[in-house]
T-cell receptor, first 114, second 113 residues
């Protein structure tokens, strides 16, 4: 099925450990995004990539790095995880519709940092 | 910079009653407006969008929203809710020419049987 695939769905880390969240889309979209969702705070943009080879910081980039490996894949890396990074992470991609970007979301990755 | 305000964090509604979820935004330029829905333990999916034209837009599952430029609002409505409408609803805006969507903090809709 066409869409956005995120792995892993669940992960538990200890403080200081590193990990990479993977995201792939098969809709030939140019733009890809990483958001985090925390209770009462909605979704906040971590990083985004307007096209292959480009990345930009969003609202909350500290503690994260990203790689736009190719047009399909956009990974999010936590180099040294902290309890404040406990969250649900969503990857999204977008084409364009009448000049606006409608996002298609993955199912989410729930990360717990102990 | 743009911002989105959803004043109601939780809205309980009896089944078959009408509901309105409020959304106000601020932006120095014109915007596109969206409502996304998140069912329990799922990702977000698009409910409806306003890009241009008629200010009343209809979405999936019987929802509609009206864009009011003078009041900078984009409230979501449904005349009769069902148990399956239990979800969290997010309003979002993107300024013309911008790539980045800004979300509100969400409204959790609970349907009471």
């Amino acid at each position: 099925n066409a869409g956005v695939t995120q792995t892993p769905k669940f992960q538990v880390l200890k403080t200081g450990q590193s990990m990479t969240l993977q995201c792939a889309q098969d809709m030939n979209h140019n733009s890809m995004y990483w958001y985090r969702q925390d209770p009462g705070m909605g979704l906040r943009l971590i990083y985004y990539s307007a096209s292959e080879g480009t990345t930009d910081k969003g609202e909350v980039p500290n503690g994260y790095n990203v790689s736009r490996l190719n047009k399909r894949e956009f990974s999010l890396r936590l180099e040294s995880a902290a309890p404040s990074q406990t969250s649900v992470y969503f990857c999204a991609s977008s084409g364009s519709l009448s000049g606006a970007n409608v996002l298609t979301f993955g199912a989410g990755s729930r990360l717990t940092v102990l | 910079a743009q911002s989105v305000t959803q004043l109601d964090s939780q809205v309980p509604v009896f089944e078959e009653a009408p509901v309105e979820l409020r959304c106000n935004y601020s932006s120095s330029v014109s915007v596109y407006l969206f409502w996304y829905v998140q069912y329990p333990n799922q990702g977000l999916q698009l409910l409806l969008k306003y890009l241009s034209g008629s200010t009343l837009v209809k979405g999936i599952n019987g929802f509609e929203a009206e864009f009011n430029k003078s009041q900078t609002s984009f409230h979501l409505r449904k005349p009769s809710v069902h148990i399956s409408d239990t979800a969290e609803y997010f309003c979002a805006v993107i300024p013309f020419g911008n790539e980045k969507l800004t979300f509100g903090t969400g409204t959790r809709l609970t349907i009471i049987p």
